[in-house]
């Protein structure tokens, strides 16, 4: 019997090596105490598998070394070390380990939230350290009673609501991603009003870290919460502003912070430490027995079951196999994707729905279409969360109908696909096609005829079909140093117009809102491709 090479790259608990030691087919090597590069690379040349964690970089070196490699798993949430693009042309498919570490991240939560009421770490430093009982120096509050504002409503921010409402403390959730039944359902308040969270005692987020909620809480956001306000972040570095978190704890408008991650790690020399209004831990988020315990042997089992091709859980790539996806069907899956994400962030709410309909002899891969839809549509909210095993399990568990259907194709076009994304707050339909071998174009957005390439940073303004209205754009634009690469009108019989504009720059939301103040403005959308 061949056996199938794993090795472990980095440490992980004893269960999880046990595991695959038990295994007849499997052949492990522990190489946690290699060093990184050539040396691992050597062992590395001839794996089927690998496990990683943080330390190990997974880079185009890594991958160049490892000829025979068929899937990694990353022993853990975060795949920031992982080339997931080079994996992907390689056919190397990347796993993670996505909930082994809930119940850690939700009970570091708390401790962080109590550790700043009461200043634990700063009365034991002063007792312990310096030996001064001083009671009146440590005058805390109380958790009961004072309003919780949770960003995110997952795995994690749910269950810190649960246990935040058994401290008999009024909470309120912004996710405008779930269901709002998710929150009521369970006694919390659920809000589509970011405000209503800015104006908590205490504010907790949960979110993944994409450029929706990077700096989500920033200068502008802290003006607005209430003097005294307390901000904790167990999540990711970088979802709050660093410089405006130390001028906000510096001013005292924070009175506490509790930060277990940061933008730049490990986070030695941030400033943010220099300040005595804050508790740090040096991203703990995971570092439990249990959780450990539990990343370790969902790894190994996730690589066993790779090794012997039966299954790939928590798979965040799909590699194309030549033997069953013929080329012309290759630049359909990312353009449908594509459209998914384009959709997501044009029509932000509560999913209701995802229809995908496809015209063409392309309907024969309807089934995988439309996983890359759902796919494209939920990366937008849940990131690392979604992949192409889970996407529609997912999708059914937050109440979402996915519906797909082939029909006559009538279009003019050889092949089309049709992403229709209806939410709490709108619908949008987007369709797409493939020009020569692999042209992807975007042909029509809630019936307006357009031809635009799904790619880089786009405004999508509607507006009354009115003179004058392309110029006014224009010149907002410039105003703000904001170049047009690509500027692409559509039109109806009803006097409205869609402009879909393609910039070299980023736009901030004081562009937005000029835009949308423009008196024949409709609306005005930002998306990134």
Known sequence: MEKKKIVVCDHIHEKGLEILKNEQDIEVVNAADVPKGESLYKVVSDADIVITRSPTPVDEPFLEAAKNL??????????????????????????????????????????????????????????????????????????KGKKLGIIGFGNIGSRVGIRAKAFEMDVITYDPYIPPEKATDLGIKYTTNFDDILACDIITIHTPKNKETINMIDRDEIAKMKDGVILINCARGGLYNEEALYEGLKSGKIRFAGIDVFAKEPATDNKLLELDNIIVTPHLGANTIESQEKIATQAAQAAIEAARGSSYPNALNLPIKEDEIPPFVRPYLELSQKIGFLAAQVNKGAFKSIKVVTEGEIGEYLKSLTTFVVVGALKESLGEAVNYVNAEFVAKERGIDIINKTQPNTSGYKNKITVKLTTDKDVIEISGTIFEESVQRIVEINNF????????????????????VIGQVGMI?????????????????????????????????????????????ISVHYAIL
Not at 79 to 105: E, K, W
Not at 507 to 517: A, C, F, I, M, R
Request: hydrophobic share 45%; net charge neutral; glycine share 6%.
């Open 70 to 143: 068929k899937a990694i798993v990353r022993a853990g949430v975060g795949v920031d070390n992982v080339d997931i693009d080079g994996c992907s042309r390689r056919g190397i498919i990347v796993m993670n380990v996505p909930t082994a570490n809930t119940i850690a991240a939700v009970e570091l939560t708390m401790a962080h939230m109590l550790s700043c009421v009461r200043s634990f770490p700063y009365a034991h430093n002063q007792l312990k350290l310096e030996r001064i009982w001083k009671r009146e120096n440590w005058l805390g509050t109380e958790l």
């Open 477 to 521: 634009l410039a105003k703000h140093n904001i170049n047009i690469a690509d500027f692409r009108l559509g039109r109806d019989q009803h006097g409205q117009a869609l402009a879909v504009i393609i910039v070299d720059d980023d736009v901030s939301k004081e562009t937005l809102k000029e835009l949308s103040n423009l008196e024949a403005c």
């Open 449 to 468: 005829a357009i031809d635009v390439e799904p790619k880089g940073k786009m405004i999508l303004f509607k507006n009354t079909d009115v003179p004058g």
